[in-house]
């Protein structure tokens, strides 16, 4: 915060800052600490403008969800099978590692991307299943997949999310 303000002073630059605070309970605590200078007409600082902010309970909860999202993707990337979420779009919105694997490329190369981007042809069996999927009806077939030059067979479940309101949110 320090350096903050002292920018503030000396180049008249505002802030907007998260930081950890030990209060004089010794009890922790999470601030946002927000402020710019005054200038005058001479672009000269007057004086300082902020407010502070206890933000403890926001930050706690983000620290909670960033360890589940952790653990998740743990367990995800080791298990022997290939885990995915595909939205209504047929695009990819969550891989594990075993996918990475699969399509040769990193999670953000695949994220965002469908099935036939990916593999760079449509496959008949695969894209029936996965209509069949976004209809709201579970999936459970096998396939034939290349995969470092090598045929595999493959066996695929698509389960269909379905939201609160009964529409297909992915599969």
């Not at 983000?62 to 885990?83: C, G, S, T």
Request: hydrophobic share 35%; charged share 35%; proline share 4%.
């Amino acid at each position: 915060i320090q350096d903050a303000i002292d920018r503030a002073l000396t180049k008249g630059w505002s802030w907007d800052l998260e930081l950890p605070l030990i209060r004089p309970d010794d009890r922790r605590i999470h601030v946002r600490s927000v402020g710019e200078a005054d200038l005058d007409e001479n672009g000269v600082v007057r004086r300082l403008v902020g407010a502070c902010q206890d933000v403890t309970d926001r930050k706690q909860l983000e620290q909670r969800l960033e360890a589940r999202e952790k653990f998740i993707r743990e367990v995800a990337d080791n298990v022997p099978v290939r885990i995915a979420y595909i939205d209504t779009q047929r695009r990819f919105q969550f891989v594990n590692r075993e996918h990475c694997h699969r399509f040769g490329r990193f999670e953000d190369e695949i994220i965002g991307h469908t099935r036939t981007e990916l593999i760079g042809r449509d496959d008949e069996t695969v894209e029936a299943h996965l209509t069949a999927a976004l209809k709201g009806r579970p999936q459970r077939f096998e396939y034939e997949d290349e995969l470092e030059g090598e045929m595999r067979w493959i066996e695929s479940q698509l389960i269909p999310d379905i939201g609160p309101d009964g529409n297909v949110r992915g599969i």
